[in-house]
């Protein structure tokens, strides 16, 4: 597997993720509360092909589902079901399209409603952990430096971080090498090279970061049943910095 895109197919998954960004602003602007997690899937794939992409979940190692709906305490991978997302709920909105081949990769968690003071500072930590991920992203550092920035940030601020979760890299497949935990050691892991694109995505929890798997049976929930709160950007590592591709 080629880890580096040339500009050509950068450019190509810029335009995917341009078409990703816009449907995942619009489902967003749709989870409010009365509504269920099934119509927010149902809504996401019908933009995805409206504007010419097809969904890169769908199908993906069984999955039946255009978006991964996550619900409080899930963390990632949630079914889209009959489930009312209500007042005060936090669902984690995953979602990916292929365009041209090429595939990219987007979550953001959203209120629904009005959420709880704990609620909303989880989802600023988490968002901010991806910020700060972003912005050490660069050739010539390692997935464990870009890991360590995130898991120090997090920790610090009393939450934790998922380890058994991490991003990945990103292109003809969904899923590529290398990995990307939200974690790890500085100067470890592996080297990023201009021209790589990977994945970015902080998995944050309230309480401990221990996993189990959902009541659906595909996802992952926290273990003790606390908060989780998950956001996530496609980026091209770059010969100055990095470049996100999942922006409108």
């Given at each position: 597997?080629n880890l580096i895109k040339t500009?050509?197919?950068?450019?190509?998954?810029?335009?995917?993720?341009?078409?990703?960004?816009?449907?995942?602003?619009?489902?967003?602007?749709?989870?409010?509360?009365?509504?269920?997690?099934?119509?927010?899937?149902?809504?996401?794939?019908?933009?995805?092909?409206?504007?010419?992409?097809?969904?890169?979940?769908?199908?993906?190692?069984?999955?039946?589902?255009?978006?991964?709906?996550?619900?409080?305490?899930?963390?990632?991978?949630?079914?889209?079901?009959?489930?009312?997302?209500?007042?005060?709920?936090?669902?984690?909105?995953?979602?990916?399209?292929?365009?041209?081949?090429?595939?990219?990769?987007?979550?953001?968690?959203?209120?629904?409603?009005?959420?709880?003071?704990?609620?909303?500072?989880?989802?600023?930590?988490?968002?901010?952990?991806?910020?700060?991920?972003?912005?050490?992203?660069?050739?010539?550092?390692?997935?464990?430096?870009?890991?360590?920035?995130?898991?120090?940030?997090?920790?610090?601020?009393?939450?934790?971080?998922?380890?058994?979760?991490?991003?990945?890299?990103?292109?003809?497949?969904?899923?590529?090498?290398?990995?990307?935990?939200?974690?790890?050691?500085?100067?470890?892991?592996?080297?990023?090279?201009?021209?790589?694109?990977?994945?970015?995505?902080?998995?944050?929890?309230?309480?401990?970061?221990?996993?189990?798997?959902?009541?659906?049976?595909?996802?992952?929930?926290?273990?003790?049943?606390?908060?989780?709160?998950?956001?996530?950007?496609?980026?091209?590592?770059?010969?100055?910095?990095?470049?996100?591709?999942?922006?409108?």
């Amino acid at each position: 597997m080629n880890l580096i895109k040339t500009p050509e197919e950068i450019a190509i998954m810029c335009e995917g993720g341009k078409i990703l960004a816009t449907v995942l602003k619009e489902v967003e602007k749709l989870a409010q509360p009365g509504i269920t997690t099934l119509e927010l899937d149902k809504a996401a794939e019908s933009l995805i092909l409206k504007l010419g992409a097809k969904p890169a979940f769908k199908g993906y190692e069984g999955f039946p589902f255009s978006l991964c709906a996550s619900v409080n305490e899930d963390i990632v991978h949630g079914y889209p079901s009959s489930r009312v997302l209500k007042e005060g709920d936090i669902v984690g909105l995953d979602l990916g399209v292929k365009y041209k081949g090429y595939n990219t990769d987007m979550a953001v968690t959203v209120a629904i409603g009005e959420v709880s003071f704990e609620a909303k500072r989880l989802m600023n930590v988490t968002k901010k952990a991806l910020r700060l991920g972003i912005k050490k992203a660069r050739a010539g550092i390692t997935t464990g430096d870009v890991g360590n920035t995130i898991q120090r940030f997090v920790e610090d601020q009393g939450f934790g971080v998922v380890r058994d979760l991490v991003g990945h890299g990103i292109g003809k497949e969904v899923h590529e090498e290398p990995q990307v935990p939200n974690y790890g050691d500085r100067h470890q892991g592996t080297v990023l090279k201009e021209g790589m694109v990977i994945c970015i995505e902080p998995m944050v929890t309230q309480g401990s970061h221990q996993i189990k798997r959902s009541k659906d049976g595909y996802g992952y929930a926290t273990k003790d049943g606390l908060l989780s709160a998950h956001f996530e950007h496609t980026l091209a590592i770059t010969h100055d910095g990095c470049k996100v591709l999942t922006e409108v």
